[in-house]
């Protein structure tokens, strides 16, 4: 399996902006549903969000209206780009392309493999 690659990785202060990049080397970049996850210490991995093949997107709630996923299928790379950061929003971050983008409900499955994940850290 090709791997998936995230950057990013940061410490800002409540109230700033980070993006985060996912690069994968695969020839069915264009034609992939993805999606952004997050894992908190001791807890399951969480949905963030979802961007179907055509560029429809979706968000959990919680970050509804500060990101937003986005793609550049020439670079095969997912972008994630997070604004007003808040301390509740420290976790490490993790991509996955190539899983179901359902439209009718707006969520993402995911599927192996999974990058590293980046840390992303967000100071009150």
């Known amino acids: 399996q090709v791997p998936l690659v995230e950057s990013g990785r940061g410490l800002v202060q409540s109230g700033e902006s980070l993006r985060l990049s996912c690069t994968a080397s695969r020839d069915s970049f264009s034609r992939s549903a993805m999606g952004w996850y997050r894992q908190y210490p001791g807890s399951q991995r969480e949905w963030v969000a979802a961007?179907?093949?055509?560029?429809?997107?979706n968000y959990a709630d919680s970050v509804k209206g500060r990101f937003t996923i986005s793609r550049d299928n020439a670079k095969r790379t997912l972008y994630l780009q997070m604004n007003s950061l808040k301390p509740e929003d420290t976790a490490v971050y993790y991509c996955?392309?190539?899983?179901?983008?359902?439209?009718?409900?707006?969520?993402?499955?995911?599927?192996?493999?999974w990058g590293q994940g980046t840390q992303v850290t967000v100071s009150s």
């Open positions: 961007i179907s093949h055509v560029g429809a997107t």
């Open positions: 996955n392309i190539g899983g179901t983008y359902v439209p009718s409900i707006g969520r993402y499955y995911p599927v192996p493999p």
